[in-house]
């Protein structure tokens, strides 16, 4: 039986939402792009694409040569095809304008170029996050786009998706009605869909979690992870087991392929930041799969999805997963405001 490939499962599934050529046009050149990075990634020492730059991004994080060079493929892949407005990246302080020789399209490009990328010089899995908004108005006729046009809530987005570059590259998406894999066949070079209508399982025994930040952390995240740690004899009367890759993409797909909670929250080394997560190219599109896969996502009091950006690299704490323990964990955190 031959498999679904990407194109023709935008084309088929799709029909009935009748989603916009333009936007399946967008997927498919951004999937295209994850295959570049995932060849550049899967190089490693070989390609001479280890190590930093010994620069740093508007996060003041170290960027890495692979940082650079997998946000130039998103951009040098997406400002020719007319289907955007312009784009936004963790690597770049600024929105990126479609140069004036291109056309403007409809949609605007949000990503995370190479997440969790300071495991790239150690071989763990890292991935690209992506995430698409319609673009409120081409206003851009002459000028600049202004970067108001991307502070739109996570439930405006139009689609979502990652790769994961592992011992396998997939391209995990949704269009707003379920997630689908799609596993790279390297022989044929293409997408195709291995994993349909991904459910996140609504019960977990398995948490995430940096536990080096414990002594940081408010009271009702370290009262959770307490009432874990307790296993069976505990309030929670169950045995948890922990897992932390420190790369969102891996953790995010663990809990989407088996279950579990994975946790960032806010902490007090550095009390003025609500969190370390990026909200608009972490955050929401990573929200925006988990809820479609029948999981929740919150920031220990809302939504994530429902949350007004305010700035394009805002961060926000996350609590994602399995709906049973998101509920829980933010419960515990809407009480400790009684
Ligand atoms: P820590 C990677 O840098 C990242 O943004 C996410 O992918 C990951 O979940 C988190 O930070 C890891 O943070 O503090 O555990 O290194």
């Known amino acids: 039986m031959s498999r679904t490939s990407l194109s023709r499962f935008l084309i088929e599934q799709t029909r009935a939402r009748q989603t916009p050529a333009e936007l399946r046009f967008l997927i498919e050149v951004v999937a295209r792009a994850c295959k570049m990075i995932s060849h550049q990634v899967a ?16 996060q003041g994080e170290v960027q890495k040569k692979l940082d650079i060079l997998s946000n130039e493929i998103l951009l040098e892949a997406n400002e020719w095809g007319g289907h955007l407005a312009a784009m936004a990246s963790e690597e770049m302080e600024k929105a990126y304008q479609i140069p004036g020789k291109y056309p403007k399209g409809s949609y605007l490009l949000v990503f995370d170029p190479l997440d969790g ?3 790239i010089d150690v071989n763990v899995s890292v991935g690209t996050i992506f995430s698409v ?15 108001d046009a991307f502070l739109q809530p996570g439930t405006e ?20 009605d379920g997630v689908y894999g799609f596993t790279l066949d390297s022989e044929m070079g293409s997408f195709v869909l291995t994993h349909e209508n991904m459910r996140i399982p609504e019960t977990t025994a398995e948490f995430a979690i940096n536990m080096s930040n414990m ?7 370290k009262g959770y992870v307490d009432q874990m740690l307790a296993g069976e004899t505990g309030e929670l009367k169950k045995n ?5 890759i420190a790369s969102m993409v891996a953790d995010v797909h663990r809990i989407l ?9 806010r902490d007090a080394r550095e009390p003025e930041k609500p969190g370390k997560l990026r909200l608009l190219y972490e955050a929401n599109p990573m929200s925006f799969i988990v809820e479609q896969a029948g999981g929740a996502s919150t920031n220990g009091y809302q939504r994530i999805l429902e949350v007004q ?6 961060r926000i704490a996350v609590f994602l997963g399995s709906k049973e323990e998101v509920k829980r964990i933010t419960q515990y955190h809407i009480d400790a405001q009684k």
Request: charged letters at 15%; one cysteine or more.
């Open 257 to 265: 392929t088996r279950g579990g909670v994975f946790m960032y929250p």
């Open 240 to 244: 948890y087991n922990m897992r932390w």
């Open 309 to 314: 950006p305010q700035s394009l690299h805002e």
């Open 43 to 58: 190089k490693g020492a070989l390609g001479g694409v280890l190590g930093s730059m010994g620069t740093e991004n508007v």
């Open 215 to 221: 002594r940081h952390w408010e009271a009702p995240v």
């Open 157 to 176: 987005q139009a689609a979502a998706g990652y790769a994961i570059y592992g011992p396998q590259t997939m391209l995990v998406l949704t269009l707003g």
């Open 133 to 147: 908004l319609r673009c409120p108005d081409k206003n851009a006729a002459g000028g600049d786009l202004s970067e």
């Open 117 to 119: 990328s300071s495991n």
